[in-house]
């Protein structure tokens, strides 16, 4: 079993819709969430940093962290073409560095 | 803030040659880089840990005489694949750690990735 497990997709939504992605993970000692999003042949650029349960909203995005059900979203409020690309989490654990680990990446596609 | 850049963005070279990969962090100090691989349609995978100053530390599997990783400040890393081979084309992204705006924990910041074809 993968530490974080990440549907591949592809997800094609119209313009407009709510998005849904999601991550499952195994290790209860995650502490930090993130999401970041990456363009075709881009690297990942950061989109939400959350610590720990809760929701955390920037814009049309919301990062929510369940840790009692070790589940993860990202919701896209009023999706745009421009929000196709893939979205990959990652998490680590506290307590000094350590290494992201990330999902395999959600391939969104937003049609007009 | 937060920026991280990479050099070349795209390379084609001759197979038994030799291509170097430039990791900068444009507006913060980087003590530790990370390199990436990634193939088409996969998630990242990790190569290996570029810390300033001293040796870098390799995932199990990657070949350290194969890919040299140098980090000789705190703003510049390189990837430098030896005697680079078909098998070695892909995408190479370096990422940096920092803190972001109001977290109390670094993640990474990525760089734009540069894209290896070996002929």
């Known amino acids: 079993q993968k530490e974080v ?17 999601n991550c499952t993970y195994s290790n209860s000692a995650f502490q930090y969430f993130m999401w970041y999003r990456q363009y075709s042949r881009k690297g990942p650029e950061l989109l939400m940093y959350t610590y720990s349960s ?9 990062a929510q962290v369940d840790k009692s059900s070790k589940y993860i979203s990202l919701f896209i409020r009023d999706s745009q073409p421009s929000d196709s690309a893939t979205y990959l989490c990652a998490m680590t654990l506290s307590g000094g560095y350590n290494k992201l680990i990330f999902g395999a ?3 969104l596609a937003v049609h007009p | 803030g937060a920026v991280v850049s990479q050099h070349p963005s795209w390379v084609i070279c001759k197979s038994g040659t030799s291509v170097k990969i430039e ?18 349609k996969q998630s990242l995978m990790l190569m290996a840990t570029s ?20 980090h000789a400040s705190l703003t510049l890393s390189t990837l430098t694949v030896t005697s680079a081979h078909p098998e070695d084309s892909s995408f190479y992204i370096c990422s940096a750690r920092a803190i ?8 990474q910041y990525f760089g734009p990735g540069t894209r290896l074809l070996v002929l």
């Open chain 2, 23 to 40: 990791c900068r962090s444009l507006d913060f100090q980087a003590t530790t880089m990370f390199w990436y691989r990634q193939f088409p």
């Open chain 2, 100 to 107: 972001p705006q109001g977290a109390v924990k670094e993640t």
């Open chain 1, 5 to 21: 497990e990440q549907d591949p997709g592809p997800l094609s939504v119209p313009e407009g819709a709510i998005v849904s992605l």
């Open chain 2, 51 to 70: 810390n300033e100053g001293s040796k870098a530390t390799y995932e199990q599997g990657v070949e350290k005489d194969k890919f040299l990783i140098n």
């Open chain 1, 105 to 107: 990446g959600t391939r």
């Open chain 1, 54 to 62: 809760g929701n955390k909203e920037d814009g049309r995005f919301t």
